[in-house]
T-cell receptor, first 112, second 118 residues
């Protein structure tokens, strides 16, 4: 069965500092991994995905994620956080049937 | 890029009434659409998967007679919450997938619909 885990419910970081939002996965076969961001009362916005190729994936709004097969991780990162990055972040894995399995979400707060 | 819309974006209704939520793929044909439910500060829970022209596949624990899903065309799926009750209040999100034939083999999410049942 496919699953992802986001071990942190809440991440706080000061504006301008680097941020990391953690995600680990468990999949059978090759992982298709995604990160989405959700602002209050809004749907999900796609940030980035890993399907194959380079382990470092660059996405929208300056975010990037590193696929680490040995650690089964796909942590989301940004070198310098903005207050506007404050939102709910979801890691997800997609199976061969195109069904998504979401993590429980991590609430990111960037402190001015 | 591919766009998925939902209508309405929010709805308030009385207990016992039925509410229909539409999900449309605006610039691609969606062979498969998914309906999710999200409670405050929680993750998305898949409710059902619908393929155009066939019956929806419901996840365990989801009442198919209460949450009616129709995927009548390649650009429209509807979710009808029948005889809604306050515990049905939630944020409902749809997503659409174009399939391998689409130029974009991806799944795109709608903006969500906030349902409040009084």
């Amino acid at each position: 069965a496919q699953s992802v885990a986001q071990p942190e419910d809440q991440v706080n970081v000061a504006e301008g500092n680097p941020l990391t939002v953690k995600c680990t996965y468990s999949v059978s076969g090759n992982p298709y991994l995604f990160w989405y961001v959700q602002y209050p009362n809004r749907g999900l916005q796609f940030l980035l995905k890993y399907i194959t190729g380079d382990n470092l994936v660059k996405g929208s709004y300056g975010f990037e994620a590193e696929f680490n097969k040995s650690q089964t991780s796909f942590h989301l990162k940004k070198p310098s956080a903005l207050v506007s990055d404050s939102a709910l972040y979801f890691c997800a894995v997609r199976d061969v049937g195109n069904q998504f399995y979401f993590g429980t979400g991590t609430s990111l707060t960037v402190i001015p | 890029g591919a766009v998925v819309s939902q209508h309405p974006s929010w709805v308030i209704c009385k207990s016992g009434t039925s509410v229909k939520i539409e999900c449309r793929s605006l610039d691609f044909q969606a062979t498969t659409m998914f309906w999710y439910r999200q409670f405050p500060k929680q993750s998305l829970m898949l409710m059902a998967t619908s393929n155009e022209g066939s019956k929806a596949t419901y996840e365990q624990g989801v009442e198919k007679d209460k949450f009616l899903i129709n995927h009548a065309s390649l650009t429209l799926s509807t979710l009808t919450v029948t005889s809604a009750h306050p515990e049905d209040s939630s944020f409902y999100i749809c997503s659409a997938h174009g399939g391998r034939a689409a130029p974009i083999n991806e799944q795109f999410f709608g903006p969500g619909t906030r349902l409040t049942v009084l």
